[in-house]
């Protein structure tokens, strides 16, 4: 008889430490979740804004402005109008794809 008291002990208090585990983890679980929510959302949020500022970008730019880093960007001749003819339809491109990359996750 003692000893079937003491298991029923055992087995009510591992049941009442099961059962608290249980709410706890269950409770981070879903703190997890929210937060790995709110990122994604930050997430999209961050390559809408990228896209939007593909979409926008304008670059203005002076001959006196080429300095070593521009040669070594645009190359030698130090042309930053054509290459922006490039660069700026490739970026927006990108972008896009990446938006649409990032979309499909969700």
């Given at each position: 008889?003692?000893?079937?008291n003491i298991a029923i002990v055992i087995l009510l208090m591992t049941s009442v430490?099961?059962?608290?585990?249980?709410?706890?983890?269950?409770?981070?679980?879903?703190?997890?979740?929210?937060?790995?929510?709110?990122?994604?959302?930050?997430?999209?949020?961050?390559?809408?804004?990228?896209?939007?500022?593909?979409?926008?970008?304008?670059?203005?730019?002076?001959?006196?402005?080429?300095?070593?880093?521009?040669?070594?960007?645009?190359?030698?001749?130090?042309?930053?109008?054509?290459?922006?003819?490039?660069?700026?339809?490739?970026?927006?491109?990108?972008?896009?794809?990446?938006?649409?990359?990032?979309?499909?996750?969700?």
């Amino acid at each position: 008889m003692f000893l079937q008291n003491i298991a029923i002990v055992i087995l009510l208090m591992t049941s009442v430490l099961t059962t608290a585990s249980t709410l706890h983890y269950k409770q981070r679980l879903k703190e997890i979740a929210m937060n790995k929510h709110i990122n994604d959302k930050s997430t999209i949020a961050l390559v809408r804004q990228i896209t939007d500022l593909a979409n926008d970008i304008r670059i203005a730019t002076y001959p006196t402005e080429c300095d070593d880093l521009t040669k070594e960007i645009t190359g030698k001749d130090c042309d930053v109008g054509n290459y922006m003819e490039w660069a700026g339809p490739r970026l927006q491109k990108q972008a896009d794809e990446l938006l649409i990359l990032v979309n499909n996750e969700q």
